[in-house]
Nanobody, 131 residues
């Protein structure tokens, strides 16, 4: 059974927007650090935005800063990634990942490191930016 499920991907023109969602049926996301990653064909996985559970701190990769916004809706057990001003280079499969519960992390950048060991990963949602 899938623990994390992403949705909201699609085909959008440059400059457009999408809202990606990450939900969990059996995990409580409120007490877990969450990361959004993406991977394009032939490229390494890239951490684009991460959220720390204990204080709501967020981190954004330089490539998406000012265009992407991560947020939590604890009532819905959902973490969303609002992506605006999309560029063709944003084309990738986007994944969300959930950390072990109540894990303390001091450096936000570590959460978005490509090899950070998250407990759960979703199956991914495709974002394609093209005319």
């Amino acid at each position: 059974q899938l623990q994390l499920v992403e949705s909201g991907g699609g085909l959008v023109q440059p400059g457009g927007s999408l809202k990606l969602s990450c939900t969990a049926a059996l995990l409580n996301l409120e007490n877990r650090n969450i990361g959004w990653f993406r991977q394009a064909p032939g490229k390494e996985r890239e951490g684009v935005s991460c959220s720390r559970f204990r204080d709501g701190a967020t981190y954004y990769a330089d490539s998406v800063k000012g265009r992407f916004t991560i947020s939590r809706d604890n009532a819905k057990n959902t973490v969303t990634l609002q992506i605006d001003s999309l560029k063709p280079e944003d084309t990738a499969t986007y994944y969300c990942a959930a950390d072990a519960p109540f894990k303390i992390i001091s450096q936000m950048q570590a959460l978005c490191a490509p090899r950070y060991e998250y407990d759960y990963w979703g199956q991914g949602t495709q974002v394609t930016v093209s005319t």
